[in-house]
């Protein structure tokens, strides 16, 4: 026999001495401590160094990766059971919420705090308008204890089938209380004055799922509420020396904010369709009667109507989102750019 088929010979040791008898050998079980197996190298004849030794450590790294094995040779928690934790830890105590849209995601959190973990249906760059949740996302709602809506218009045809993913699951519509503008604007989140409402709706919400902390629920609200005053304070201010200016956009998002700000908005799309050559003629004498000199569009939705307009006119198209998750931030840099757009004419 060759020297490396004599050193690839692998022999296990095996416990000896089992007493007679099936009781006997239940009790030797019992008794016999929990060893971990290893290999055993048993050349008949010296073999090279420079085999034997990668042989050696290649079995002492398998070993340790497996680390300790049970009774019958086999390891007891996988690797990835160890690195992902028990499942009753403290991840499973938080509440799970969903909701629509990503500032809706920092509304439940400023008041949920670490209480929740939310999930958001709509991801970054897609529309709210025309997003069509995937298969993974409604069986996730099984879990979730709460599902925050806001009206935006894929939740029109997809609620029935979200609700009916989870009965157990609370349904909250934080517009409740929130008159909408006369074409069923559903874009009330762009306003610090109608977030008010919608904060005092998703604290019902958590406090009613998990009334054990409705407390802690009530004094991040208040806290939330402060702020929210605070910022629509900071908004009036920055934003007064262009009240009663007005600035085109491709999609009509702003509405509600620029009620609160004295602004107008004038958008581009009607009824969520592009202009027609009629209408773009028209846009085309609005924009240079109010001296419009910027367009905004936003990342979900292609700016090609409104660069085309902006070519007519000769102005800049600039990009505002109105679906920021940092909300706060995300409102006083387009308070700011406005102001430049509508101050600079």
């Given at each position: 026999?060759?020297?490396?088929?004599?050193?690839?010979?692998?022999?296990?040791?095996?416990?000896?001495?089992?007493?007679?008898?099936?009781?006997a050998r239940v009790q030797e079980r019992r008794q016999r401590p929990v060893r971990?197996?290893?290999?055993?190298?048993?050349?008949?004849?010296?073999?090279?160094?420079?085999?034997?030794?990668?042989?050696?450590?290649?079995?002492?790294?398998?070993?340790?990766?497996?680390?300790?094995?049970?009774?019958?040779?086999?390891?007891?928690m996988s690797r990835c059971e160890a690195a992902s934790g028990s499942s009753s830890?403290?991840?499973?105590?938080?509440?799970?919420?969903?909701?629509?849209?990503?500032?809706?995601?920092?509304?439940?959190?400023?008041?949920?705090?670490?209480?929740?973990?939310?999930?958001?249906?709509?991801?970054?760059?897609?529309?709210?308008?025309?997003?069509?949740?995937?298969?993974?996302?409604?069986?996730?709602?099984?879990?979730?204890?709460?599902?925050?809506?806001?009206?935006?218009?894929?939740?029109?045809?997809?609620?029935?089938?979200?609700?009916?993913?989870?009965?157990?699951?609370?349904?909250?519509?934080?517009?409740?209380?929130?008159?909408?503008?006369?074409?069923?604007?559903?874009?009330?989140?762009?306003?610090?004055?109608?977030?008010?409402?919608?904060?005092?709706?998703?604290?019902?919400?958590?406090?009613?799922?998990d009334p054990a902390h409705r407390d802690v629920y009530e004094r991040n609200k208040?806290?939330?509420?402060?702020?929210?005053?605070?910022?629509?304070?900071?908004?009036?201010?920055?934003?007064?020396?262009?009240?009663?200016?007005?600035?085109?956009?491709?999609?009509?998002?702003?509405?509600?904010?620029?009620?609160?700000?004295?602004?107008?908005?004038?958008?581009?799309?009607?009824?969520?369709?592009?202009?027609?050559?009629?209408?773009?003629?028209?846009?085309?004498?609005?924009?240079?009667?109010?001296?419009?000199?910027?367009?905004?569009?936003?990342?979900?939705?292609?700016?090609?109507?409104?660069?085309?307009?902006?070519?007519?006119?000769?102005?800049?198209?600039?990009?505002?989102?109105?679906?920021?998750?940092?909300?706060?931030?995300?409102?006083?840099?387009?308070?700011?750019?406005?102001?430049?757009?509508?101050?600079?004419?």
């Amino acid at each position: 026999m060759s020297e490396q088929a004599e050193v690839a010979r692998i022999h296990v040791r095996r416990p000896v001495g089992l007493r007679s008898g099936s009781h006997a050998r239940v009790q030797e079980r019992r008794q016999r401590p929990v060893r971990t197996r290893f290999l055993a190298i048993a050349p008949a004849t010296a073999a090279p160094v420079g085999v034997v030794v990668p042989f050696i450590v290649a079995i002492v790294t398998l070993l340790s990766i497996l680390g300790p094995s049970g009774p019958d040779g086999i390891a007891t928690m996988s690797r990835c059971e160890a690195a992902s934790g028990s499942s009753s830890g403290a991840s499973t105590d938080r509440l799970r919420v969903v909701v629509s849209i990503l500032p809706q995601a920092y509304f439940v959190e400023r008041i949920g705090g670490d209480r929740v973990a939310v999930s958001v249906m709509v991801p970054p760059g897609a529309s709210p308008h025309t997003y069509e949740p995937a298969a993974s996302q409604m069986r996730d709602l099984a879990r979730a204890q709460m599902y925050v809506r806001i009206r935006v218009h894929f939740e029109e045809a997809w609620m029935p089938r979200i609700a009916a993913a989870n009965r157990g699951m609370l349904v909250v519509d934080s517009t409740s209380g929130i008159e909408l503008s006369g074409d069923e604007d559903p874009h009330v989140w762009l306003s610090p004055r109608l977030v008010r409402i919608q904060a005092e709706q998703i604290y019902r919400g958590l406090a009613k799922v998990d009334p054990a902390h409705r407390d802690v629920y009530e004094r991040n609200k208040e806290a939330f509420l402060r702020d929210l005053d605070a910022l629509d304070a900071e908004l009036a201010q920055t934003l007064a020396p262009v009240r009663g200016g007005r600035f085109m956009v491709l999609h009509p998002a702003w509405g509600y904010f620029a009620r609160d700000y004295g602004l107008e908005e004038l958008p581009i799309e009607v009824e969520g369709k592009e202009p027609s050559a009629k209408e773009l003629a028209a846009l085309v004498e609005a924009a240079r009667a109010n001296h419009v000199k910027v367009i905004f569009v936003q990342p979900q939705m292609s700016p090609r109507a409104a660069e085309v307009l902006a070519r007519q006119i000769g102005a800049r198209v600039a990009t505002v989102d109105p679906l920021a998750r940092d909300w706060a931030a995300n409102l006083r840099a387009v308070a700011r750019t406005l102001v430049e757009a509508i101050g600079g004419r």
